[in-house]
């Protein structure tokens, strides 16, 4: 009997059904010069699932996944099943570098966690990746991709094997994409469940006057904490940055307004990505946290990077010029660590520079380091800007700023970062401990 070229579990196309459309999509491919690859996978561990759970369970197991990778890939891809547990997409049009990644989200999209009854499964998949080669017939370029799943099976599963050695570059990529691709995936999913929330790390003068407070963004997703040199460059690469900017902005400002009526006034300062400043609605989001916080505009203060003051971009330099005209002040982030030229300083309109943490870690050791400290310090003071060294961490480093005239330190040393709720019982604090110094001072 002819097959229908559907399978009935899934819905998906079967193996003819399969080989069929491939025969179909080599010949467009070779007519037009465009790229086809497939991707085959098969279930890792399938035969324990069929053997815990039974053969409808394991067969739900295979529907489940067949429905999510329908739902998410139809429109990219043709998906077949072609026997158990394996599974091919055939896909037109993708790059070497674009099959990678479809392949990665294909590997994400399996791992989610599945619930069969009352057992939670966490599935994974050994993967082959092959691109079509001229003149190769549909059946051999199916063959190989199956060879390639059985060899990421043989290496232990739970992986993908790209075929031909002239990709092997981007096979180490894969992995990275993958957990970008994580990354990015936990993030929506931190918007979307209040997993998103700040952190507040003081910067401290030597008398113990509060210079300003910086705002840290974390993220946190079922109880596990993404760190920001993780999540961050994931949400500068996907665009997702200027969401959580905008988020950010309007938190900070609402907390330096919430702090005031509180009586302290103090500066809370926002750390700005490259891709935030050169998306068109910063200024309007800087606007909207200002106007619907209704703080006062000096008490915000935006952490940009130097390359970003130097770049020539009019997206850049307006954004820029109206965070100044609205009152809110710039600072220079992670200073000495980029490439500027140090003749631009003088132009650049910030009035904080901020020493990065790089040069602070190897004092009082350090003779050339300290020389360096000195030297950018006195840079920065005589272009009328305040220093402040980061990452400080011990009494013997505070001691070597002190001698090197930076005006204000922030580090493990006085804080770590703290909660909104940690922060005001902190100032307070802090104001009490100022007072008394102050009168003590004054009595002696
Ligand atoms: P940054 O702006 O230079 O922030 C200072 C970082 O140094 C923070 O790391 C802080 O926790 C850490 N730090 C402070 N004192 C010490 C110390 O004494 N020793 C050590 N070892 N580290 C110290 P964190 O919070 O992990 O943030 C890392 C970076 O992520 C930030 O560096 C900033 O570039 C970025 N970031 C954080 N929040 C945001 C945000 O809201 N928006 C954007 N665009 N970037 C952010
Ligand atoms: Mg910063
Ligand atoms: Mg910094």
């Known amino acids: 009997m002819e097959s229908t070229g559907i399978d009935t579990l899934t819905g998906l196309l079967d193996r003819q059904g399969c080989l069929r459309t491939a025969t179909r999509l080599t010949a467009n491919a070779r007519r037009s010069h465009q790229p086809l690859i497939a991707l085959w996978l098969n279930i890792d561990r399938f035969r324990t699932i069929n053997g815990s759970l039974g053969i409808s369970g394991g067969d739900a197991v295979i529907a489940k996944l067949a429905s999510r990778m329908q739902s998410r890939l139809q429109h990219r891809a043709h998906l077949a099943r072609m026997g158990s ?24 999209l399996i791992k989610q966690p599945m619930k069969i009854g009352s057992i939670v499964l966490h599935p994974t998949c050994s993967m082959g990746l092959a691109s079509l080669e001229y003149a190769e017939p549909a059946e051999i370029f199916l063959q190989r991709t199956e060879h390639a799943m059985f060899e990421a099976k043989r290496q232990g599963g739970d992986q993908m094997v790209v075929l031909g050695d002239e990709q092997l570059p981007e096979w180490l990529g894969i992995n990275l994409a993958r957990e970008e691709l994580e990354v990015e995936h936990k993030l929506h999913a931190a918007l979307e469940n209040n997993g998103l929330y700040l952190q507040f790390q003081p910067i401290l003068r030597f008398d113990g006057q509060v210079e300003s407070v910086e705002a840290l963004m974390r993220c946190t997703i079922n109880g596990e904490l993404i760190p920001p040199n993780i999540f961050i460059p994931v949400a500068e690469k996907t665009g997702l940055i200027v969401r959580l900017g905008e988020w950010c902005l309007m938190k900070a400002a609402m907390q ?22 050169t998306a068109p609605k910063f200024s309007k989001a800087l606007y909207n946290a200002l106007v619907c916080s209704g703080v006062a505009p000096e008490l915000i203060e935006l952490e940009i990077t130097e390359s970003l003051f130097m770049d020539v971009s009019d997206q850049v330099q307006n954004h820029l010029r109206d965070a100044i005209e609205m009152g809110v002040s710039l600072s220079i982030d992670d200073f000495g660590t980029g490439y500027s030229c140090l003749a631009t300083l003088k132009d650049i309109p910030a009035t904080k520079l901020k020493i990065d943490r790089a040069f602070v870690a190897p004092l009082p050791e350090d003779q050339r380091g300290f020389a360096l400290v000195k030297a950018i310090t006195q840079l920065g003071r005589e272009l009328g800007m305040t220093v402040v060294a980061e990452g400080v961490e011990n009494p013997a480093q505070l001691e070597k700023l002190r001698e090197a005239g930076v005006d204000a330190i922030q580090g493990f040393l006085h804080s770590r970062p703290m909660n909104e709720d940690q922060l005001l019982d902190w100032l307070l604090r802090q104001k009490k401990m100022n007072w008394a110094a102050d009168t003590f001072a004054k009595i002696g």
């Open 256 to 277: 330096a307004k919430h702090l005031s009526e509180a009586g302290i006034n103090t500066k809370i300062a926002v750390n700005v990505s490259r891709a935030q400043l």
């Open 85 to 108: 547990d394996d599974f091919l997409l055939l896909a037109s049009g993708f790059a070497a570098g674009e099959a990678t990644l479809l392949a990665a989200e294909v590997m994400a």
